[in-house]
């Protein structure tokens, strides 16, 4: 009897937390990006996202009992977040690959993908991306990573997929 009720605790915990289990971070590197100064990222869409209900608490004072909606609307550019990154990490990123021999010799070029999605608990729903660093000269493979983000109804704080893919892109770089 006991054994169930801490079976049962820990299984409503995680419902009522909304709590995703993320895969870990999968990365690889295949040569030092040490040496290089600049950065092209490929252009990504603007996502606008929302989290939230609006059937909140009715207004106590507030003219025709009027509702208080719970949600919260947000949005993010990926190619923006990771310029954020790289930038804090010292590159420099410009719009386009550089004509010049050398310039291009010190430059990366960026890419984002977005993969799959998976729902957990039914409460959340996770997302994963895949970023890949070429060298801009050869378009060798230098750093490739993939990275799951989480975003759910089901939380004390309104997490929105903006948020989820913020998280997996953080997530993706930090080993970089």
């Given amino acids: 009897m ?8 820990v299984a409503m915990g ?32 603007t ?6 209900s609006g059937a909140g608490v009715v207004g106590f004072g507030l003219p025709g009992g009027a509702s208080i909606s719970e949600s919260v609307s947000k949005s993010i550019n990926p190619s923006d977040v990771i310029a954020g990154i ?9 719009d386009s690959v550089s ?4 310039k291009k010799a010190k430059t990366l070029l960026v890419r984002y993908g977005q993969g799959d999605s998976r729902s957990v608990l039914a409460t959340d729903i996770v997302l994963d991306v ?9 378009h060798d493979l230098l750093f490739t990573c993939s990275a799951e983000g989480a975003f759910g109804e089901l939380r004390a704080v309104k997490v929105t997929e ?6 997996a892109i953080t997530r993706c770089l930090k080993d970089l």
């Fill in 2 to 9: 006991i054994k169930f009720s801490l079976y049962l605790a």
């Fill in 130 to 138: 895949t970023i890949q660093i070429l060298d801009a000269s050869s």
């Fill in 47 to 52: 996502l606008s996202s929302g989290a939230g």
């Fill in 99 to 102: 004509d010049d021999s050398a």
């Fill in 14 to 45: 995680i419902v009522l937390g909304g709590c995703a289990i993320l895969k870990p971070v999968e990365s690889k590197k295949f040569g030092d990006i040490s040496t290089y100064k600049y950065a092209v990222i490929g252009q990504t869409s």
């Fill in 162 to 167: 903006a948020d989820a893919l913020r998280e």
């Fill in 86 to 94: 790289l930038m804090k990490k010292g590159f420099i990123v410009l």
